[in-house]
């Protein structure tokens, strides 16, 4: 069976759906189905061997009713724009869902930075924050890591923009590295979130986390993170992946072993122990839990009905398409969705932004208990509003986050 697999118009998709379900108004529709604005630079840079090379960006403004801009940058090689528009949008609705005062924004760059010096990526993330810099403020967006993009990318970014502004403002950027005003426990919030999520999902729903199997698929920050958490809760990780392939052992894996193995030989592949698995086996094998955590697009109408687990934890940013959600929804799997499960990474970027424009700075305790309240909190929003409509809790996010939106267009007089 083959669907169309764009994530602009799957976000569309989901968002008309539940506009008709919760009989909103169409002019929300009408507003939030086009970004606000479309930045696309093009970045020269000179290479390590003398010639030039002009890369492309973007950034791209979703949605500003409830505040200023907040989504990550993402350095991928064949960088959609169609992308990009989507995973502006799910900032908007993930902003929402866990109530930051922001709207939201994701921009990229068109390459592959492991192909790139430490030389060539820094000067091209500083090409990138002098092109977009009339576009990103501390009270207008504020970037942040996504796919292929670091800590230490941040900190360039950071101090192009300084130069430029001519200020230092530490707040016009998060997930900074933490002597340069990054807040503890944001390297390990995405998956913590994720952690945090399914406790709830597993109190709601019965499916048990201590004895549970986990599969990941990736093993990037947000995938290691959930993994360790999982881990440390008495579940066992029985696969994981990267983009040259995946290890499976159902006795279990030790998910700092294997980080370390991954930091030492740049993949998971050949991790002792294990079954060799290709990138995308883990999101079908047997297992309880199932967290994937790398690009959109991969629980597909294709591999949908092999899905064994009882609960999906998505880390990733649109994981599934709306056709095998419809799958799952019939299997009865419990889905925790994107806009939801991986706001913990943007949530401890808002603590990050508060503690940089205050300029005072919280314990890792302090930062971890707000983050477990947030995420608390959006489960139960996002739940009761999946019960209200008699929904999936997909479409109670979707639901939530429109409702947020739609109040603040209103109270700003635009619709
Ligand atoms: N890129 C992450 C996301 O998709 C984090 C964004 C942020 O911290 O602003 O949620």
């Not at 764009?6 to 929300?28: A, G, H, R, Y």
């Not at 994981?319 to 799997?333: H, M, N, S, W």
């Amino acid at each position: 069976m083959s669907e169309k697999l764009n994530p602009w118009e799957s976000q569309l998709t989901n968002l008309k759906k539940v506009s008709d379900i919760m009989n909103l108004d169409p002019s929300v529709y009408e507003v939030v189905s086009k970004p606000m604005r479309i930045l696309q630079v093009s970045l020269p840079i000179r290479m390590d061997d003398g010639s030039i090379k002009s890369f492309e960006g973007f950034r791209i403004h979703h949605n500003t009713a409830r505040g200023p801009c907040k989504g990550g940058i993402r350095y991928f090689p064949s960088l959609e724009l169609d992308t990009e528009k989507a995973l502006g949008a799910w900032m908007t609705w993930k902003n929402a869902v866990v109530n930051l005062p922001y709207g939201g924004a994701k921009g990229g760059i068109n390459c592959d930075p492991k192909k790139l010096s430490q030389g060539e990526l820094e000067r091209l993330t500083r090409a990138y924050a002098a092109a977009i810099a009339d576009f990103v403020g501390i009270d207008l967006d504020i970037p942040a890591p996504d796919v292929g993009t670091t800590s230490q990318i941040m900190a360039w970014f950071a101090d192009e923009y300084y130069k430029i502004s001519r200020r230092i403002l530490p707040g016009v950027i998060t997930a900074k590295p933490i002597g340069l005003g990054g807040s503890l426990g944001r390297t390990a919030a995405t998956g913590r979130g994720c952690y945090f999520t399914a406790v709830e999902a597993s109190r709601t729903y019965d499916i048990p986390i201590k004895g549970a199997s986990v599969s990941v698929q990736g093993y990037g920050n947000a995938a290691y993170y959930s993994a360790l958490n999982f881990h440390q809760a008495g579940a066992k990780l029985v696969a994981a992946s990267d983009t040259r392939g995946g290890v499976y052992n159902k006795n279990g894996i030790d998910p700092v072993k294997l980080v370390e193995h991954k930091a030492k030989t740049r993949s998971v592949v050949g991790f002792p122990g294990c079954e060799t698995f290709s990138s995308t086996d883990p999101l079908t094998v047997d297992c309880d839990i199932l967290v994937p955590a790398a690009l959109e697009n991969m629980i597909t109408l294709e591999n949908v009905d092999d899905v064994k687990a009882k609960l999906i934890v998505e880390a990733a940013n649109g994981p599934t398409t709306p056709g095998a959600d419809r799958v799952l929804d019939e299997k009865r799997i419990i889905c925790l969705p994107d806009i939801l499960a991986n706001a913990g990474g943007v949530t401890v970027s808002y603590f990050e932004w508060v503690q940089n424009r205050m300029g005072y700075y919280w314990t890792e305790e302090e930062v971890d208990q707000r983050l477990e309240k947030v995420m608390k909190t959006a489960f139960k929003d996002v739940y009761d509003y999946s019960k209200k409509y008699d929904v999936n809790l997909r479409y109670g996010a979707y639901a939530l986050a429109l409702d947020r939106v739609a109040e603040a267009m209103r109270l700003r007089g635009w619709i």
